[in-house]
């Protein structure tokens, strides 16, 4: 079966820091891109960022870009996502999701594409 499984979630003022880890289990990355995606309230999901695998290109949205930081550890099967000087508007539930791409700068998924439940960060003016 696979499992991705969000954690590191919190609250924390803005100017602060937070860092995601996305576990996965029942498939390895090597083969896809992962990436991280949010859903802030009343707002559609949106991809964040993308990491491949094989050769660790990253790949971030404007609104982000500069601030978090997408990395992955291949032995733990661990994606992670370090969240700086982060602002009320990164308020939202923040996804992990597989396999993942990016075109015309917008990150997706694509084909049979996996969630995790997600973990909430919520960011105090």
């Known amino acids: 079966e696979v499992q991705l499984v969000e954690s590191g979630g919190g609250l924390v003022q803005a100017g602060g820091s937070l860092r995601l880890s996305c576990v996965a289990s029942?498939?390895?990355?090597?083969?896809?891109?992962i990436g991280w995606f949010r859903r802030a309230p009343g707002k559609e999901r949106e991809g964040v960022s993308c990491?491949?695998?094989?050769?660790?290109?990253?790949y971030y949205v404007d609104s982000v870009k500069g601030r978090f930081t997408i990395s992955s550890d291949n032995a733990k099967n661990t994606v992670y996502l370090q969240m700086n000087s982060l602002k009320p508007e990164d308020t939202a539930v923040y996804y992990c999701?597989?396999?993942?791409?990016?075109?015309?700068?917008?990150?997706?998924?694509?084909?049979?594409?996996?969630w995790g439940k997600g973990t909430l960060v919520t960011v105090s003016p």
């Open positions: 999701a597989a396999p993942a791409a990016h075109a015309m700068g917008v990150i997706y998924t694509y084909g049979s594409d996996y």
């Open positions: 990491i491949n695998f094989s050769d660790g290109a990253t």
């Open positions: 029942g498939f390895t990355f090597d083969t896809y891109d």
